[in-house]
């Protein structure tokens, strides 16, 4: 492939990368999943204090449990390579430290903290474990690490040599959100087929980013504080630690609420937020919208990865660089819904299949007869639900590729030519879009045209989605209420 940049009108040959489908053959069943600890009602919150060189070894930690809202126990533990003299230092600081109802502290090193109480709790007895930022705080309670097997980039860490507990996998989604889960233990042979136990986590800095979208990192500045040397540990710093964790609970009593009360969600599934878009899916689950295998599983996946190949979501065009021109100034609420209305994608979402027509020669014709006035209706964008298979010919459209000096893969809009007669496939908005940019008739090898074909049934006519918003997902489109509602 030739992807000519508006900088860069020389026609060297560029690999490109394509989205793609990898089937897992998924099956739908009513089966407890491996993390659920529905009715627990116990919390093991904890925070880290390191040092402030480039290794943040652990100083000190601190861990309250609560049960049912109430405070049953408070640690304190510190480095297993601590000197006697720091750890005696440490329990005349606890001794002037109260916490609140008359709850006394213990005191105890990283090891006997790990396997007599964290484990115990958060393993065996399926505590809900939490954090601000967890995968930072697990790992300063690590002796060993390593890649974790079954986990693509992810990282392994072991915190105990008791061989029956697990290593804790954890993988990095981006800078808001992690995977955190308890790996395989070592079993017996008469336990081999017990399900895997995957662990209770809660991330507070990932589910604040998941309802708000934003990140929290200066959502309270107790969770920093700087240890220059243990020999500098004090009663300060002790305090400092001890509020960290107390205000860590706090936050995640707060963001419960705004969970359970805003969101109307049920709290057991706070675990599995990762993004906003973990809220989607929870309210698509609470509508009673059934995933598309689910609904369509004879579907040909050769058809799925052609759609997964034809995906350029979150691109940023820009036509005019580098030259002062006047402008209109523009404004969009809610983009990506407002086109999700306006494609009446509601009519895919609710629907009991989905079929497929083979509309080439149809297609072709709307292409020769495109111009700007005939899309401007609202009603045309209703009938675009199409994929065409295309050899780019200096089309302007959407291509993967390193662009830039880095290695990361940048979507960028280019005159896009096939140098070795290779066929693509692309929305039909963006060969719309390329005709309009170019006056040019993209040449279609084919064309898939998407058709929904009657309603699912619902468990429900009316769900509540937010306080004030009760939808009939039979017949409202959801999406453009909570569209309204944010204009309100």
């Known amino acids: 492939m030739t992807a ?205 980013y998941s309802m708000t979208n934003e990140s929290c990192e200066d959502v309270f500045e107790v969770m920093h504080v700087e240890n220059k040397s243990q020999s500098k540990i004090s009663l300060e710093s002790i305090r400092h630690n001890i509020e960290k964790t107390m205000t860590t609970y706090q936050l995640y009593q707060k963001l419960i609420r705004q969970f359970t009360d805003v969101f109307l969600l049920p709290e057991e599934s706070a675990n599995k937020m990762y993004s906003p878009a973990s809220i989607a899916k929870k309210y698509l689950e609470k509508l009673g919208i059934k995933p598309f295998l689910q609904k369509n599983p004879d579907f040909l996946k050769e058809i799925i990865g052609f759609l997964m190949s034809s995906y350029y979501g979150g691109r940023t065009e820009v036509r005019i660089r580098k030259k002062p021109v006047r402008i209109s100034y523009l404004d969009f609420t809610s983009m990506y819904p407002s086109m999700f209305v306006l494609m009446n994608m509601n009519q895919f979402l609710k629907s009991e299949k989905v079929s497929i027509k083979h509309t080439t020669e149809k297609i072709q014709e709307l292409l020769e007869k495109i111009t700007p006035e005939s899309v401007s209706g609202n009603g045309f964008w209703c009938n675009v639900m199409t994929i065409c298979r295309i050899r780019p010919d200096n089309d302007i459209l959407p291509a993967r590729s390193d662009f830039g000096k880095g290695k990361a893969q940048n979507i960028g809009v280019n005159h896009l030519k096939s140098t070795d007669d290779t066929a693509l496939w692309y929305t039909l908005p963006d060969l719309i879009a390329s005709k309009l940019l170019t006056g040019r008739i993209p040449t279609i090898d084919d064309a898939i045209t998407f058709v929904p074909q009657g309603v699912q049934e619902f468990p429900n006519d009316n769900v509540q989605i937010l306080k004030d918003i009760t939808v009939n997902p039979a017949k409202d489109d959801f999406i453009k209420q909570l569209i309204e509602k944010r204009l309100n």
């Open 4 to 208: 000519q940049n508006s900088l860069d009108r020389g026609k060297k040959p560029v690999q490109i990368s394509l989205r793609c489908f990898a089937d897992n053959d998924v099956q739908f069943t009513n089966r407890e999943p491996p993390h659920s600890n529905h009715n627990n009602s116990t919390v093991l919150v904890f925070g880290t204090e390191t040092t402030s060189d480039q290794y943040q070894n652990l100083v000190i930690g601190s861990c309250g449990i609560w049960t049912n809202g109430n405070l049953e126990k408070f640690y304190l533990f510190y480095d297993d390579s601590s000197k006697q003299s720091l750890t005696e230092k440490i329990k005349s600081h606890v001794a002037k430290t109260k916490l609140p109802d008359e709850c006394t502290i213990d005191i105890m090193s990283r090891d006997e903290f790990v396997t007599k109480i964290f484990f115990p709790h958060v393993y065996s007895g399926r505590a809900k474990c939490v954090g601000f930022d967890l995968p930072f705080e697990i790992s300063r309670l690590a002796i060993h690490h390593g890649k974790a097997r079954n986990m693509q980039n992810g990282f392994s860490f072991k915190l105990s040599e008791n061989l029956f507990y697990p290593n804790i996998r954890i993988r990095s989604i981006n800078n808001n959100a992690s995977f955190v889960q308890f790996a395989a233990p070592i079993r017996k042979k008469s336990e081999k087929k017990r399900q895997t136990y995957r662990g209770y986590f809660i991330d507070l800095k990932t589910l604040n």
